[in-house]
T-cell receptor
């Protein structure tokens, strides 16, 4: 199994550009989420979904949109990129249940100039 | 609100020495606690978790952690470090209700010298 696949692995954007970070999982997990990782700050939850058609905000949702039209895919959209969004983005999925381990992708390194 | 404090952004040990990575949490309700490991250019991987029951939990790669409610701690240990243990380690906490909104600590980078 591929697990959680994120594309692209690296991306450089100019301020004001938009883009979509892709995330797909092949484990039939109901729960999916997006985190950003910044130096000295750990990971912070951006948005999450508990099933197709259901999304909710996490700790740092501003500037990001998500949708969940299928169980497998959970794209993250940056509407108008800002330098403060330079970060490493991780997608994760898990089975239902608060004690289930999250499975992480390898991340997307995003730089906003 | 929940929070996690990891003492020491970097910990250095010699190969074969004891590994001790510290984690203290704050939670208004009984927590679920996790340790994740991140190798360079990879995502996070679960090492171990505490949910209920036995307070000493064993994980992969010889790691273990003990939940101490009185000390609000969940420190990670390994008796003998290997070079392959060099990575960044994150402690995380979540409430035992609803979606697993993990709150992560800032991470501790473990350096292992020969």
């Amino acid at each position: 199994n591929a697990g959680v696949t994120q594309t692209p692995k690296f991306q450089v954007l100019k301020t004001g550009q938009s883009m979509t970070l892709q995330c797909a999982q092949d484990m039939n997990h109901e729960y999916m989420s997006w985190y950003r990782q910044d130096p000295g700050m750990g990971l912070r939850l951006i948005h999450y979904s508990v099933g197709a058609g259901i999304t909710d905000q996490g700790e740092v949702p501003n500037g990001y949109n998500v949708s969940r039209s299928t169980t497998e895919d959970f794209p993250l959209r940056l509407l108008s990129a800002a330098p403060s969004q330079t970060s490493v983005y991780f997608c994760a999925s898990s089975e239902q249940g608060v004690n289930q381990p999250q499975h992480f992708g390898d991340g997307t390194r995003l730089s906003i100039l | 609100a929940q929070s996690v404090t990891q003492l020491g952004s970097h910990v250095s040990v010699s190969e074969g020495a004891l590994v001790l990575l510290r984690c203290n949490y704050s939670s208004s309700v009984p927590p679920y606690l996790f340790w994740y490991v991140q190798y360079p250019n990879q995502g996070l991987q679960l090492l171990l978790k505490y949910t209920t029951g036995a307070t000493l939990v064993k994980g992969i790669n010889g790691f273990e952690a003990e939940f101490k409610k009185s000390e609000t701690s969940f420190h990670l240990t390994k008796p003998s470090a290997h070079m392959s243990d060099a990575a960044e380690y994150f402690c995380a906490v979540t409430k035992n209700t609803g979606f697993q909104k993990l709150v992560f600590g800032t991470g501790t980078r473990l350096l292992v010298s020969p």
